[in-house]
């Protein structure tokens, strides 16, 4: 059965960081593109990076370019996103799932970062 489960979030004061991690198991892990997603109240979910496992190359929405990176342990089969320079808009719950084929989403982990 596949798992991602996401962690790390919290209340940060805008300016600050956060890591989130994703946990996987249920699949193997290098051969799927792992992405971080993100739903903010009253808006549609939608895409801030994502990492290729099998070769570590990266996306990131031009939102998010230049404050998040994200990062994979294959060892592990964790995904991190480490957030810097976090705005009262980065505010969401974030998801990781297939980036290419989205898998059902696991509960997420609330952001909120204040101004």
């Known amino acids: 059965e596949v798992q991602l489960v996401e962690s790390g979030g919290g209340l940060v004061q805008a300016g600050g960081s956060l890591r989130l991690s994703c946990a996987a198991s249920g699949f193997t892990f290098d051969d799927y593109d792992i992405g971080w997603f993100r739903q903010a109240p009253g808006q549609e979910r939608e895409g801030v990076a994502s990492?290729?496992?099998?070769?570590?190359?990266?996306y990131y929405a031009d939102s998010v370019k230049g404050r998040f990176t994200v990062s994979s342990d294959n060892a592990k089969k964790t995904v991190y996103l480490q957030m810097n320079s976090l705005k009262p808009e980065d505010t969401a719950v974030y998801y990781c799932n297939n980036q290419n084929s989205i898998w059902a989403w696991g509960q997420g982990t609330l952001v909120t970062v204040s101004s």
């Open positions: 990492i290729t496992n099998s070769d570590g190359s990266t």
